[in-house]
């Protein structure tokens, strides 16, 4: 019995827990958000994550796999991690076919980032200072326009502390004249043609003498969605915006610029 008993403990250590959900005030409504808090009483370090294109949910839960596992990943490392849900808590699925978005990157989700960074910074067991930003794909489009320097009044409390996006849609950006308030790391895929790197190294040249610390990371041979576990290469059909517009595109698992980013990505945090 006292054999069952500890196999069973060793199993429930090895599953990845699953995160909190919480709601977070915003305006008249509330934004539904997952919530992955180191154990203790803090004070922690804080991310803010915002999820792609395809959603923060899936059939399997209220968090897909990737986001569940990139939760873990963070939270191990000693960061309290919040994914608001931007589409669930709007009644949206999926957006990635749709080219009439109601939720748009350069506003509702930079709300969304803006609005659940508050709410950490609310909270006694962050240190309100240490709240960063990551977002993958749309997300991560959303969190380039979030720190994006611009004229329009910058919040009174403390700020994003830095930012890393992986494999975002730079192209827009190229014509605002980007650059970052805050350190902000790129990491994309050199054959993505789903959100090629070109126009990301492009922005972070251009903002060079103007931007604070902006870096992007170039993987030889990877494509969108290289952080993501166990996925053979595939292309996907039906794409609102790809780079060529035929609204097809390809990933897929990339071993070596996933081991990067999972390394690299708390680092950039705990600068």
């Not at 803090?42 to 968090?63: E, K, N, Q, T």
């Not at 986001?67 to 709007?90: M, N």
Request: aromatic share 8%.
């Amino acid at each position: 019995m006292r054999l069952v008993t500890i196999l069973v403990s060793l199993a429930a250590a090895a599953t990845p827990a699953a995160g909190e959900q919480v709601d977070i005030p915003q305006g008249n409504t509330s934004l539904r958000a997952v919530l992955y808090r180191p154990g203790g009483t803090g004070p922690f370090p804080a991310v803010v994550a915002l999820h792609g294109c395809g959603g923060l949910a899936d059939r399997s839960g209220p968090i897909t796999p990737r986001f569940q596992e990139w939760g873990d990943h963070l939270k191990a490392a000693g960061f309290a991690v919040l994914f608001p849900d931007s589409f669930g808590s709007r009644e949206l699925s999926s957006q990635c076919r749709v080219r009439e978005r109601m939720v748009r990157v350069a506003r509702e989700r930079v709300d969304d980032a803006h609005a659940a960074r508050q709410w950490l910074q609310t909270q006694p067991w962050v240190m309100p200072d240490r709240v960063s930003l990551v977002g993958w794909s749309n997300g991560g489009t959303a969190a380039l326009w979030a720190v994006r320097n611009a004229t329009a009044k910058q919040p009174s409390e403390p700020d994003f502390r830095s930012a890393v996006t992986l494999y975002p849609g730079c192209r827009e950006l190229q014509a605002t004249g980007w650059s970052a308030r805050v350190p902000t790391l790129i990491l994309v895929g050199a054959a993505d043609d789903w959100t090629p790197a070109a126009p990301c190294q492009k922005i972070v040249a251009e903002a060079r003498g103007r931007s604070a610390l902006a870096r992007v990371i170039t993987y030889p041979k990877a494509y969108h969605d290289f952080d993501r576990a166990n996925f053979p290469l595939r292309q996907r059909t039906g794409l609102a915006f790809t780079a060529d517009g035929s609204g097809t595109a390809h990933l897929g698992t990339n071993e070596a610029a996933r081991a990067d980013a999972l390394k690299r990505v708390p680092e950039w945090f705990a600068r």
